[in-house]
T-cell receptor, first 119, second 112 residues
Framework: AQKVTQAQTEISVVEKEDVTLDCVYETRDTTYYLFWYKQPPSGELVFLIRRNSFDEQNEISGRYSWNFQKSTSSFNFTITASQVVDSAVYFCALSDKGGGGTSYGKLTFGQGTILTVHP | KAGVTQTPRYLIKTRGQQVTLSCSPISGHRSVSWYQQTPGQGLQFLFEYFSETQRNKGNFPGRFSGRQFSNSRSEMNVSTLELGDSALYLC???????????FGQGTRLTVV
């Protein structure tokens, strides 16, 4: 069975601070996909980043960066120079892209981390 | 392009009743999944439909069911509602092309 753990329940920072959200996962699949989603108060989950298990290159996209380490089963997410609009609940998720690789229809989510960015 | 649309946005039902929620996926997406979000259990996978067939099912009782139509629109039904069914129900659609699942804004169900 797949499992995702986000140990940080809540994080509070002041604007312009960097913040890292931790995620640890468990899976028996050799090919899998990791995601970070953001959930603002409106409720909709907004996709942020995706990483494939077979690609351990870490990247930066604007103020977002991620550190994927297969050896420790971790997929951490960093927001640089945080802003008040970054305040939301952040979810790490895992998918094996089942069904013949045609969709990402079954996601296993972590419990979420509430990020509050103060002005 | 239009996103994932869920209707209604809010519902209040009485214990013992049944409820049907609707989800219209992004055009061209054949996979539709449903999730339940509660403060205690977090986000939990209910089921996935692909081309009108249930492809995956989460660990929920048989009171929770769904279906998908030929135009990929999906409905989920909960019968004999319990207080614990109060939750935000999220629908997502996906396809291989974009590389991730798109979510709707959800239906907030309150059972009284």
């Amino acid at each position: 069975a797949q499992k995702v753990t986000q140990a940080q329940t809540e994080i509070s920072v002041v604007e312009k601070e960097d913040v890292t959200l931790d995620c640890v996962y468990e899976t028996r699949d050799t090919t899998y996909y990791l995601f970070w989603y953001k959930q603002p108060p409106s409720g909709e989950l907004v996709f942020l980043i995706r990483r494939n298990s077979f690609d351990e290159q870490n990247e930066i996209s604007g103020r977002y960066s991620w550190n994927f380490q297969k050896s420790t089963s971790s997929f951490n997410f960093t927001i640089t120079a945080s802003q008040v609009v970054d305040s939301a609940v952040y979810f790490c998720a895992l998918s094996d892209k089942g069904g013949g690789g045609t969709s990402y229809g079954k996601l296993t989510f972590g419990q979420g981390t509430i990020l509050t960015v103060h002005p | 392009k239009a996103g994932v649309t869920q209707t209604p946005r809010y519902l209040i039902k009485t214990r013992g009743q049944q409820v049907t929620l609707s989800c219209s996926p992004i055009s061209g997406h054949r996979s539709v999944s449903w999730y339940q979000q509660t403060p205690g259990q977090g986000l939990q996978f209910l089921f996935e439909y692909f081309s009108e067939t249930q492809r995956n099912k989460g660990n929920f009782p048989g009171r929770f069911s769904g279906r998908q139509f030929s135009n990929s629109r999906s409905e989920m039904n909960v019968s004999t509602l319990e207080l614990g069914d109060s939750a935000l129900y999220l629908c997502a659609s996906s396809t291989n092309r974009e590389g991730y699942a798109f979510f709707g804004q959800g239906t907030r169900l309150t059972v009284v």
